[in-house]
């Protein structure tokens, strides 16, 4: 998913060299994934310098001079030797610290142009959020809510929200919190209990904050990698429910066999 914000030109002379930026350009990418920082750059002139750099929070060299950094070496990828007018850069296994602001240089002719791209990362959990069944009983003054959470990145935290309010520990409310990390998978799994004698116009809602990026989350209560687990377990079985077959079989021929050899021999 990509988007793109405030496209500026800007072009200034500085003694006899002619420079060239665009910026603000946004480009979002899911942890864990792929994206692609595009960079077009027409006429590049192949004898002089091209690179990207991150310039932000902190400034390091991603490409220059046809190798990459230590930290992109094997996750990063430019396209210039299939397409020497392609500067754009794909990058894999996104992790938090490449959030930021990224910079493409290069020469075309003798214009030295500069792009300027933000990848702004973010974490995807999936949300399941279900009312106790206590909650039917309208005598009850006290309402429980559970939310269970499930992604790959572990510094996060569930959030209580009613009519668009923070809720948080009081003498009307109660939020538990438990965490644990499933084998093997890697899947951090949030979970959180709310019990509140607050009423609202609406039910309360559960939400995802993560530290440092923002989020995207899919609100589901089917557990895909417990059915991935059982699948697995399931096909591990396969092949020791269809050996003794084998063994049977295999057995059986060579029984037939030594029948119909013996009956062959001259008495």
Known sequence: MRIFL??????AVSGDEE???????????????????ECPC???????????????????TVF??????????????IFVA??????????????????????????????YNRFFVYLKVQAFYRVCQKNSASNLNDSSSAKDFHCDVAGHYRDAEIQWYLDSQLLTNSSTTSITYT????DPTGLHIFSSKLTTELKGTSEPKCDVKAKGISTELESSCDSKHEKLKQTV?????????????????????VLWWRWKRTERLPR
């Open 19 to 37: 420079v060239k930026f665009v910026e603000d350009r946004i480009f979002m990418s899911i942890l864990d994934s792929s994206v692609l920082l």
């Open 6 to 11: 405030g496209l500026l030109l800007v072009v």
């Open 64 to 77: 220059s001079s046809s190798n990459f950094s230590e930290l992109y070496k094997g996750r990063a990828k």
């Open 82 to 111: 299939q397409d020497r007018y392609n500067c754009s850069l794909l990058l894999t296994n996104i992790t938090v610290n490449d959030q930021g602001k990224y910079r493409c240089s290069f020469y075309s002719h003798e214009t």
């Open 179 to 182: 965490y644990s990390l499933e």
């Open 233 to 253: 377990i399931k096909d591990f079985r396969i092949p020791f429910k269809v050996i003794p077959i084998f063994v049977v079989l295999g057995f059986s021929l």
């Open 42 to 60: 027409s006429n590049r002139n192949e004898n002089k310098d091209f690179r990207w750099q991150k310039e932000g929070p902190e400034k390091t």
